[in-house]
């Protein structure tokens, strides 16, 4: 990497104009100050996602993500006859799927088998969102 | 009503078609209980049936998706989406297909294999797979179990070359 530039240019390493300065002088002083960063980090920001540890981020019955209220919950809050954020908690089998636990009472009394791998459904545990 | 907002959600999702699904929406945008589909297997190259236009119906039941939809092939030629310029199939010759009522026997339309994991569009493409693994062993037309017994390839491959350039 070139970091003097040309005499022609006549600009040193911090960019301020020199144009007496020849290459070979650039390099003696260069020799005596202590080198400067060509950059410099002045100021960074750090981004950082995070997701639930669970193999699947949308429940699979009513398609709504499963940090938001299912269908039904969803209905209830737009007809009006829920106020609050409702208690619309996950539920995470045995197999490390997740649905609503009201999507996945619903289901489980067609077929007791998970929507996803058709194994024997059982639950493992039940996570409130509030 | 869960199964409408969960229709709802499908069809905006159903802008994200694969190519060989050319069309699937609700006949009528004020009822979502009943869809048309339009599928073109073209580019599953070396399936029997990829010069053909078929359209399907597709039923929905009020629980879904607790209990599966309803999808036979459209065989009544006066039913046929006629603005499409395209011909339609109205002749399916397939193992696993009524041919006079467009019956289609796949597992995961029936109740007992079904799962509310499964959307439309999925289930179209589950249709479009058994297309090219026909499965004679448990048949809703017995003519052509019989072909693929025999692996006649000469005949099935005429039978439904014929049925797709003459309907």
Not at chain 1, 78 to 99: E, I, K, M, T, Y
Not at chain 2, 49 to 58: R, S
Not at chain 2, 65 to 92: E, G, Q, R, W, Y
């Amino acid at each position: 990497m070139e970091i003097e530039n040309g005499p022609e240019q006549g600009t040193d390493v911090n960019g301020i104009s020199n144009p007496e300065k020849n290459s070979e002088q650039a390099q003696n002083s260069e020799e005596n100050k202590p080198k400067k960063k060509r950059f410099e980090i002045k100021r960074w920001t750090a981004v950082a996602f995070w997701s639930w540890d669970q193999t699947n981020e949308r429940c699979a019955i009513c398609r709504n993500h499963l940090m938001e209220p299912c269908i039904e919950c969803n209905n209830k809050l737009d007809n009006g006859s829920l106020r609050d954020q409702p208690d619309c908690p996950r539920a995470v089998g045995r197999c490390n799927h997740s649905f609503h636990l009201h999507c996945i009472s619903t289901w489980i009394k067609t077929r007791n088998s998970c929507p996803l791998d058709s194994t024997e459904w059982a639950l493992k545990e039940v996570v409130n969102n509030k | 009503m869960t199964s409408q907002r969960r229709l709802l959600k499908e069809l905006h999702d159903s802008s994200n078609l694969p190519e060989s699904i050319l069309y699937l929406h609700p006949i009528d945008e004020s009822n979502l209980y009943i869809w048309n589909c339009i599928i073109h297997p073209e580019n599953s190259s070396n399936s029997y049936y990829k010069n053909g236009y078929f359209q399907l119906k597709i039923k929905i039941p009020q629980n879904y998706p607790i209990d599966p939809p309803i999808i036979s092939f459209l065989i009544d030629k006066n039913k046929i989406d006629k603005n499409k310029n395209f011909k339609i199939c109205t002749n399916i010759p397939h193992c696993n297909i009524d041919f006079k009522t467009g019956e289609i026997c796949l597992d995961i339309l029936k109740k007992n294999i079904w799962s509310p994991a499964w959307t439309l569009k999925s289930a179209i493409q589950a249709i479009l797979i058994l297309l090219d693994n026909q499965e004679p062993d448990s048949p809703l037309n017995v003519d052509m179990a019989n072909l693929f017994r025999l692996n006649d390839k000469k005949a099935i491959e005429s039978i439904i070359n014929f049925y797709i350039n003459n309907t």
